[in-house]
């Protein structure tokens, strides 16, 4: 999952995803620009955070479902 500091988004994903059981990789998008890069072909540019990927395949863009 792509993240940011401070991101309320990003807050609520993360508990979401733990109250459903699943551990995620968090990848802070502001703290490696490889990271940050990945974000962007992920997002078309936006940026839009959280970003949740799997092997490779974006399955979420913002939270909750549907936003971005």
Do not use: S
Not at 13 to 41: C, H, S
Not at 42 to 60: F, M, S
């Amino acid at each position: 999952m792509y993240v940011k500091p401070g991101c309320p988004y990003c807050a609520a994903a993360r508990e979401d995803l733990a109250a459903r059981g699943e551990t995620v990789e968090e990848r802070d998008a502001t703290a490696n620009a490889e990271w940050k890069a990945e974000l962007m072909a992920h997002t078309g540019n936006t940026g839009l955070v959280p970003t949740i990927v799997r092997d490779g395949e974006r399955l979420q863009v913002g939270f909750p479902p549907g936003r971005g």
